[in-house]
Structure formats: structure tokens, C-alpha cells
């Protein structure tokens, strides 16, 4: 967990202060720590709790369906458990409430898609990850990111 705490601390210093190249360190910095929250995930426990397969289930569908439009009370019904329940485990288990995660997860995927296809317009990068218009994605990647997705592509 403290390792989760710190790569978040490092994002945010770097967002703050902007020193050279701070982009791609936030990039990786937040590459990290999506493979820190999968290996937590993976990690075999001596006597698996509820807890941690229920963890480990959730993680996997929001991993493979974030582009979807995903709501709390729909997981909730999905897994079974109550939405307070399982936001609750949720945030203990990694850190983050899972529309924070949900959000994470589709900016550093439209910063992937970005750089791999400059050409691809702005608009067609939101609707592609889920998000309803435009607006609503420059909101969420300016909030995650600090800067708008037209300045992360320059």
C-alpha cells in the first residue's frame, strides 16, 4: 500500500511543479501503478478471503470493460454485494474509489491511444474509451493529468 501512496505522491509533486519531461513521468508513474494495483490482484494469499477474490474479480471487469458506461449500483448488481460494500473494499483494497479508478484507467488509455495514433482526432479518442462527449473527457483528462488532452499531444 505504501508503495501505491508514494507513486500517487510522485504524480501529484510532478504535476505540481512541472520540472522537464514531467509528462512522461506521470505517464509512468501511472503505468506503475496500474501493474501495482494488477500484481496486488494476482498475489496469492495462504487462504484467499472473500474479500480479495471478490477484489480480484472486480479489478479483472473493470480492467476489461472501463470503456463502458459503468455505474456503482450496475457492479453492484453485477457482483451481488451492496454498492456501499463494495466501493468500501474497493477503496481498502487499492486506494481509490472506483470511479476515480474507472477515470484513471481511460485517461492513461487515451494517453496510450494518443501516442500511438496522432492523427486519431480528440473526439473519436473520447468516444472510443466511453466517455459521452467531448466536454466530459477534457474535464476528466485535465483532472487527472493537469493538462488538456490537445496540450498532451504536442
Same mark, same amino acid.
Given at each position: 500500500m505504501s508503495q501505491v501512496i508514494a507513486l500517487l505522491e510522485q504524480v501529484?509533486? !510532478?504535476?505540481? !511543479?512541472?520540472?522537464?519531461?514531467?509528462?512522461e513521468i506521470v505517464r509512468t508513474r501511472l @503505468? !506503475?501503478?496500474?501493474?501495482?494495483i494488477r500484481r496486488?490482484?494476482?498475489?496469492?494469499?495462504?487462504a484467499p478471503s472473500p474479500v480479495n477474490?471478490?477484489? @480480484?474479480?472486480?479489478?479483472?471487469?473493470?480492467?476489461?470493460?472501463?470503456?463502458?458506461?459503468?455505474?456503482?449500483?450496475?457492479?453492484?448488481?453485477?457482483?451481488?454485494?451492496?454498492?456501499?460494500?463494495?466501493?468500501?473494499?474497493?477503496?481498502q483494497f487499492s486506494g481509490l474509489g472506483i470511479k476515480r479508478y474507472i477515470m484513471q484507467r481511460r485517461i492513461a488509455e487515451a494517453q496510450?491511444?494518443? !501516442? @500511438?495514433?496522432s492523427n486519431l482526432k480528440l473526439t473519436a479518442v473520447a468516444e472510443q474509451l466511453g466517455f459521452k462527449n467531448y466536454a466530459v473527457f477534457n474535464r476528466a483528462f485535465l483532472k487527472i493529468s493537469h493538462i488538456p488532452p490537445s496540450a498532451f499531444r504536442h
Amino acid at each position: 500500500m505504501s508503495q501505491v501512496i508514494a507513486l500517487l505522491e510522485q504524480v501529484r509533486q !510532478e504535476m505540481e !511543479e512541472q520540472p522537464p519531461l514531467w509528462p512522461e513521468i506521470v505517464r509512468t508513474r501511472l @503505468k !506503475e501503478f496500474f501493474i501495482l494495483i494488477r500484481r496486488t490482484a494476482l498475489r496469492p494469499v495462504s487462504a484467499p478471503s472473500p474479500v480479495n477474490l471478490l477484489m @480480484k474479480q472486480l479489478l479483472a471487469y473493470l480492467d476489461q470493460n472501463f470503456m463502458l458506461p459503468l455505474s456503482l449500483p450496475q457492479l453492484s448488481r453485477h457482483f451481488g454485494f451492496s454498492t456501499f460494500y463494495l466501493s468500501r473494499c474497493f477503496s481498502q483494497f487499492s486506494g481509490l474509489g472506483i470511479k476515480r479508478y474507472i477515470m484513471q484507467r481511460r485517461i492513461a488509455e487515451a494517453q496510450l491511444i494518443m !501516442e @500511438k495514433h496522432s492523427n486519431l482526432k480528440l473526439t473519436a479518442v473520447a468516444e472510443q474509451l466511453g466517455f459521452k462527449n467531448y466536454a466530459v473527457f477534457n474535464r476528466a483528462f485535465l483532472k487527472i493529468s493537469h493538462i488538456p488532452p490537445s496540450a498532451f499531444r504536442h
